[in-house]
């Protein structure tokens, strides 16, 4: 427990001095009880409800703090964005809400559905690139040509500034009940070291404890090299935390000030957690928010708090996930919270 | 469009009789807007989420209204339900809220994790009966034998008073926008008797469609008849819905004069729509509620309200429920609302 880091404080000023422009397109989602995860004597769980966040999932949070964060010139020439997913509809969500012009671009045989969502917005989707980090590439090399402003989906101080408004709902939303620790799926890691600049500012002692797929944990593999590294990706359900880390991303150095503990979680734990989530708390959630969901046991007598950061998922990819385990295959016989 | 009877009045009345004491354990559920269904040209499509509702279905209403209208004497007495399901969860949610003493019956084979559910409240479950008919008989001679109150599901007008809230709070959430229709999902039919007998006491003109599967659509059937029939029911994913009308159900001749339309639902559309909440609303809701979202187009012009009833569904059922439909089944291509 030591004082933060100039960056991390840079974040969380940045966080508090986001406007109530920005803050009513948000909403405040709950924080709830997790009672079956709780009544195991262990530790007690809070869930952090952003599967119920507009749109579906925090993304918009980033977004608006980084459309707000445009010079007036910027925003009337534009912002463009690269995502298929919750993303790209944060930042549709965000132009609608505080005006500006702008792009997603998604690669081709993105989801119809998804497609649908962000063109919901009146925002323009462009289909370009054969696979994700294909369209990302494109879409830099648009901006540049076209003078329009790129958002990252997590390698922004604005963006991350944004993500951290989750952090300071646990801390209101808590009052006095004392919180041990936050967990936090983990892709790129603008929620995670937003939201633990947050809370670690009112809260020195808190541990923060970052969850990925160990199918695909970039972010982890590259705190523990002290460097961006790439890993051999497997596919996961967790697709909202899929994908590598940027060279030179700022969450890089902040992840590695501000996670005090990594967990890998298998596909199986992931797939349990979703089962569990609809069949005891009747709630959807994404694959990323199920992996956030699978923390052990805890302590008694601790209080920790789980972000549940997502429901966008598709309905075939459920119903793959949550059929009944087959009986030749290992499957975790926990669920989330240690169960 | 004439004057309610006077048994609707009185279901009216009793529902505006309910006082804060009751009304503070229910959670006023949103009224939402189902934007991709309702950018199709037609009917605007709003929907009442009674499946985020406490305890995940609107039957907590309905518990509380009965047990607040009990005398002391019969609430020390105690009182019983059988319900493998949504009512149980009730009856035990109301109990923690009011006090009193109770007992939830279910069936042997009932699920593990709805009887952990409601012994959650520190509520008594005894298992008893093979199947859910025999359950209910063996729970009302225990009712008779120890003197306890039998709550019933929906054969019962302070429980009808009390899913009449549902249909308050549309009147209220829907403020000047007019409602043409209000569509709500039928099993035993005491949602539909309660919210009709409250929105057409304020809107005189409204029409209320009655939604139930058409494997099994037992108060259809008796409204058609006259009287309460057996029907031959098959196998439903809205198992909420699922059941016969009892002899002498008072919410068949409120059915009879409450309800303008009456839709039979066919399973692949229940599953299409099931599919459709999760993939564009990001949204997790029961077989009964995904029964009711299967509306048609309705009219140009014209706004709908959807009773989204419940949450309370099992993983396994869901999964087999939402995966991409076999080629060779003929599926309906449209989904709620008529998409």
Redesign the interface.
Same mark, same amino acid.
Request: glycine share 4%; net charge negative.
């Given at each position: 427990m030591s004082e933060l880091s100039v960056l991390a404080q840079q974040v969380a000023e940045a966080t508090r001095a986001l406007p109530a422009a920005v803050r009513r397109h948000v909403a405040v989602t709950p924080l709830t009880s997790l =009672?079956?995860a709780s009544?195991s004597g262990d530790a007690k769980f809070l869930l952090k409800c952003e599967?119920q966040q507009k749109t579906?999932s925090f993304k918009v949070r980033g977004a608006l703090a980084k459309l707000w964060s445009l010079t007036d010139d910027e925003r009337r020439r534009g912002v463009i964005a690269a995502s298929t997913g919750n993303h790209g509809l944060g930042v549709a969500h965000a132009l609608a809400a505080l005006g500006g012009t702008g792009l997603v671009c998604v690669p081709a045989g993105a989801s119809p559905?998804k497609v %649908? %969502?962000i063109r =919901?917005y009146g925002v323009e989707v462009r289909v370009t690139g054969a696979e994700p980090a294909e369209t990302e590439r494109l879409a830099r090399r648009l901006a540049a040509a076209e003078q329009l402003t790129y958002i990252s989906p997590y390698n922004d101080l604005s963006v991350i500034a944004g993500q951290g408004t989750v952090g300071e709902e646990i801390v209101q939303q808590a009052g006095d009940r004392p919180v041990d620790a936050v967990v936090v799926a983990v892709g790129g890691g603008g929620l995670i070291s937003g939201a633990a600049a947050a809370v670690k500012s009112a809260w020195p002692g808190v541990r923060v404890i970052g969850a990925s797929p160990v199918n695909d944990a970039a972010m982890a593999a590259s705190v523990r090299a002290g460097r961006v590294v790439e890993v051999a990706a497997k596919p996961t359900i967790s697709d909202a935390t899929a994908g590598g880390v940027e060279e030179g991303a700022i969450t890089l150095p902040l992840c590695a000030e501000l996670v005090d503990e990594w967990l890998l979680i298998e596909e199986a734990e992931i797939h349990s957690a &979703? =089962?569990l989530m *609809?069949?005891?708390e009747?709630? &959807?959630v994404e694959g990323s928010a199920a992996t956030g969901l699978k923390t052990g046991r805890g302590q008694p007598g601790q209080t920790i708090v789980i972000v549940s950061c997502g %429901?966008?998922?598709?309905?075939?990819a &459920?119903?793959?996930a *949550? %059929?009944?385990p087959r009986e030749d295959v290992a499957d975790s016989t926990g669920g989330y919270a240690g169960q």
């Open positions: =009672r079956a009544e599967h579906g559905v %649908a %969502a =919901r &979703l =089962r *609809i069949d005891t009747h709630q &959807l %429901a966008n998922i598709a309905s075939d &459920l119903a793959e *949550i %059929a009944p």
